[in-house]
């Protein structure tokens, strides 16, 4: 049995529906493409626009070799999958494409949707969290089962799902493919929202690697010694505000006379970034 019938058994179990012993042939119709509207539940949301204009190419030397998948809807179609084949149809000028026409639900279209993606691993990060997150919503799934019913382990599922507690522009950053994976694991080692702005922003003024974020994320998170006496608020704002400037850990320590304010570093990229800031 193939990786692509294993997974959707899976989910075909998972959303309470009955997949049959073996599939049955459907024959493909010619719509005309005005008639066809976007799928609502596409977990892709970033497109290759050089992949679509190759697939566009090939289109009009071939044709399209493989009908996109469709639901009836008011009179109209909703594509259910083949998103890229729908877009390079219409850039290549064609006015009607091969689409088999099938009855099915939303929690069917989007795993649909998710399986051809997951199979092709076309979604980036934050696609797969979104539509993890969608397919619970929509199945009343817990992670487990639908990490089950995908064939991955739970911490996957968790992982892609925790992304979406980042800020927006950290979750754009890794769907374009600026900010990898491994670093958005990083920064969610704070809630600090301030400080991962921040940590973006150095990420890509001064190359920082992975573990480089992680030290200065366990450095921001370490408490005052317990044997310290509690620093006035003030002192804890402003100790907040260095670090968040800095991008570091920063403690301020007073005397009676005086006192010290500390800024760490951890490696020779991220002290350049500290003297660039102080304009040294």
């Known amino acids: 049995m193939s ?18 012993p073996a599939p049955t042939p459907e024959s493909a119709h010619e719509l005309e493409l005005d008639r066809v509207e976007p799928n609502p539940f596409q977990p892709r949301t970033v497109f290759d626009d050089d992949e679509i204009r190759a697939l ?21 179609y909703q594509l259910v999958a083949g998103e890229r084949r729908l877009r390079a149809a219409r850039l290549a000028g064609l006015e009607r494409i091969a689409a088999v026409v099938r009855e099915v639900d939303d929690r069917r279209m989007l795993e649909l949707a998710l399986v051809e993606n997951l199979q092709r691993r076309d979604l980036n990060p934050i696609e797969k969290g979104r539509a993890f997150q969608r397919l619970m919503h929509l199945s009343g799934a817990t992670q ?18 925790r992304l979406l507690d980042l800020p927006a522009e950290i979750q754009e950053a890794v769907s374009r493919g600026t900010l990898s994976m491994g670093h958005a694991r990083a920064l969610l080692g704070t809630g600090n929202a301030s400080l991962q702005r921040k940590l973006l922003q150095r990420i890509a003024e001064e190359d920082l690697s992975v573990r480089a974020i992680e030290r200065i994320v366990r450095g921001a998170a370490v408490p005052s010694p317990a044997s310290a006496p509690p620093k006035e608020p003030y002192w804890e704002e402003l100790e907040r505000r260095l670090t968040d400037l ?30 660039k800031r102080l304009g040294l």
């Open 144 to 161: 487990e089962e639908v990490a089950r019913a995908l064939g991955l382990a739970r911490p996957t599922v968790a992982n892609f799902l």
């Open 3 to 20: 990786n692509a019938r294993r997974l959707g058994l899976g989910l075909e179990a998972l959303l309470g529906t009955t997949a049959p």
């Open 246 to 275: 800095f991008g570091t850990r920063v403690l301020i320590e007073r005397r009676k006379r005086g006192g010290t304010i500390r800024v760490e570093w951890y490696d020779d990229p991220q002290f350049s970034g500290i003297l």
């Open 56 to 76: 566009a190419e090939s289109i009009r030397v071939s044709g399209v070799l493989q009908p996109v998948l469709v639901r009836p809807v008011n009179g109209h």
